[in-house]
T-cell receptor, first 115, second 113 residues
Framework: GAVVSQHPSRVICKSGTSVKIECRSL??????MFWYRQFPKQSLMLMAT?????????EQGVEKDKFLINHASLTLSTLTVTSAHPEDSSFYIC???????????FGPGTRLTVT | KQEVTQIPAALSVPEGENLVLNCSFT??????LQWFRQDPGKGLTSLLL?????REQTSGRLNASLDKSSGRSTLYIAASQPGDSATYLC????????????FGRGTSLIVHP
């Protein structure tokens, strides 16, 4: 149980385009989901906390207009990287918190490459 | 603000060795500490979770200890195998907050045959 999926697993896009990444909790409901970014040999850095039915809470330094987060249901959150640039190339990982709990379950990650 | 440091950053050992990976954190007011494994280009797999009231947790060849007062945790891997090659991440959840974990940069482990 407690499986989180991400789609796509890899995506290559051209500079200036937008790309959407989906995070789904497959067998549980998640009021809260989290989006992390990880650069090579670096730690996971929390970008934003996504709450179902309300606006996401962004960490300091993360541009909310560039990284659009939508958490429309208890099992789905999406991260849209708008007007992508090569420096946005990274590994994006989501996690989902079981409603009423505190444990987070991590997705497999999405490798974004912006050319 | 909680800061998590992992030492060493990288480790390469021959198969069969016993290993110790270190994690230190600056704020001892923690809720729990968790060790994860991350294979290249993959997500995180939870290995062990230690609550703040616990001293250690064991799973198979893995043993994690916690010394909250000194801000340290160790992950002990017995009889290492090539399949143990991965990056090991330490994550700390501070108490009194939102339980969002703070991650270390990880230790990249290579076990060669």
């Amino acid at each position: 149980g407690a499986v989180v999926s991400q789609h796509p697993s890899r995506v290559i896009c051209k500079s200036g385009t937008s790309v959407k990444i989906e995070c789904r909790s497959l067998d549980f409901q998640a009021t809260t989901m989290f989006w992390y970014r990880q650069f090579p040999k670096q730690s996971l850095m929390l970008m934003a906390t996504s709450n179902e039915g309300s606006k996401a809470t962004y960490e300091q330094g993360v541009e909310k207009d560039k990284f659009l987060i939508n958490h429309a249901s208890l099992t789905l959150s999406t991260l849209t990287v708008t007007s992508a640039h090569p420096e946005d190339s990274s590994f994006y990982i989501c996690s989902a918190r079981l409603t009423g709990g505190y444990e987070q379950y991590f997705g497999p990650g999405t490798r974004l490459t912006v050319t | 603000k909680q800061e998590v440091t992992q030492i060493p950053a990288a480790l390469s050992v021959p198969e069969g060795e016993n290993l110790v990976l270190n994690c230190s954190f600056t704020d001892s007011a923690i809720y729990n500490l968790q060790w994860f494994r991350q294979d290249p280009g993959k997500g995180l797999t939870s290995l062990l979770l230690i609550q703040s009231s616990q001293r250690e947790q064991t799973s198979g060849r893995l043993n994690a200890s916690l010394d909250k007062s000194s801000g340290r945790s160790t992950l002990y891997i017995a009889a290492s195998q090539p399949g143990d090659s991965a990056t090991y991440l330490c994550a700390v959840r501070s108490s009194g907050g939102s339980y969002i974990p703070t991650f270390g940069r990880g230790t990249s482990l290579i076990v060669h045959p």
